[in-house]
């Protein structure tokens, strides 16, 4: 089940429940190894989140805010999420295949937890 993005944006839906609920936002997709690389680099806020794929472990290094990370296996299940501040270095998730990540606890209002089930839909314009 490879998943083959590019990068550009599109949204993240969060099935929240098994009541098929589910919450929409903004997404960046981020693959190649540049966008990777770059990530939430120097900014000072995000709308919505970013995808980087693929992806296991992430840094914060030169960050200027606290983010939330979210670890997928490549069903795009979360296996783990986690809120971390600049300058730190997140442990590899044997399991992950992509990272989510967003400012320190919008995924929790989102509903991003261990065990949700998240899905990429990719905007017509780009990725």
Do not use: Q
């Amino acid at each position: 089940m490879g998943r083959r993005w590019r990068d550009g944006c599109g949204e993240l839906v969060v099935h929240t429940g098994g009541d098929e609920s589910s919450v929409t936002v903004p997404l960046e997709i981020a693959t190649s190894y540049r966008a990777r690389t770059k990530g939430l680099l120097g900014r000072d806020s995000l709308d919505g989140a970013i995808l980087l794929s693929p992806a296991n472990s992430v840094h914060t290094f030169r960050m200027r805010m606290p983010i939330d990370v979210a670890y997928l296996d490549r069903h795009l299940r979360v296996l783990a999420v986690h809120t971390m501040r600049p300058g730190r270095l997140g442990m590899p998730r044997l399991r992950a295949r992509h990272v989510v990540e967003a400012g320190a606890g919008a995924l929790g209002e989102w509903g991003v937890r261990k065990g949700a089930r998240l899905e990429v839909v990719v905007s017509a314009d780009g990725g």
